[in-house]
């Protein structure tokens, strides 16, 4: 019978990701990750298998994080205020890359950029990702449209498109130096460009209560 691990594998993963979110896959060695979390390196490999797998895993945790932070906001809620939970979302996401005053940015993009060219696991849970990301977006625009917030003739694939290139874009060119207060107005322009209707417009562009700082919240 195969003994239990005698080490906390959250801790682990936890201490795992924030390194490679530090240094890169490239810059980041076993014996980095054996001092970050406490393990020998052959407790590693037996966990995990060597480093690659050891990166898909916490890759895939925290898309998986990025895609439960957006389900959090977007559904489960009446059509009547899916307008709301748009805003909202969009609102949270560039706060987020406000706040991020060390410039890590976001792993998933992250990862993505240094090795989804090379690494046909990272290129595939990161487009998997993405691809659910659209999907909520989707959604609460249709939802907006059949309570005639939005227009019923607009397309909601390419609005959930455009939403989602600012709302991870705007990770990007923050990490880059970008001004939080940009940020901030280039959530409002996107979310004023929707073809709202009625007196919506003005409502949609006005951030609600912040968020309290989100940490390592995706």
Same mark, same amino acid.
């Given at each position: ?18 390194? +490679? ?7 980041? *060695? ?6 970050? #979390? ?9 966990? +995990? ?5 050891? +990166?898909?895993?916490? +890759?895939?945790?925290?898309? #998986? ?5 957006? %389900? ?10 899916? @307008?709301? *939970? ?5 609102? @949270? ?9 060390? *410039? ?20 595939? %849970? ?9 999907? @909520? ?14 227009? %019923?003739?607009?397309?909601?694939? =390419?609005? =959930?498109?455009? @939403? ?19 940020? %901030? ?19 949609? #562009? ?13």
């Amino acid at each position: 019978m195969a003994r239990p691990r005698a080490f906390d594998e959250r801790h682990v993963l936890e201490q795992a990701r924030k390194q +490679f979110w530090a240094t890169g896959y490239a810059g980041t *060695r076993m014996d980095d990750i054996s001092r970050a #979390t406490g393990l020998g390196k052959g407790s590693l490999y037996g966990a +995990f298998g060597d480093k690659a797998g050891l +990166f898909h895993r916490v +890759f895939d945790d925290w898309c #998986t994080a990025v895609v439960e932070v957006a %389900r959090e906001h977007l559904t489960g809620g009446p059509d009547a205020e899916a @307008l709301d *939970r748009l805003s909202g979302y969009v609102h @949270l996401m560039a706060e987020n890359s406000a706040s991020d005053t060390e *410039r890590r940015g976001c792993l998933l993009a992250k990862g993505a950029a240094e090795l989804a060219h090379q690494d046909p696991a990272v290129a595939g %849970r990161s487009a998997e990702a993405m691809r659910a990301l659209l999907a @909520l977006l989707r959604t609460e625009i249709s939802a907006a449209q059949r309570h005639g917030d939005i227009d %019923r003739d607009a397309d909601p694939e =390419a609005l =959930a498109a455009l @939403l989602l290139t600012v709302v991870r874009g705007a990770e990007a060119v923050g990490k880059a130096g970008l001004a939080p207060e940009t940020l %901030r107005t280039v959530a409002n322009t996107a979310l004023g460009l929707l073809p709202l209707t009625g007196g919506r417009r003005r409502h949609v #562009t006005e951030p609600g209560p912040s968020d309290e700082d989100q940490g390592d919240t995706p």
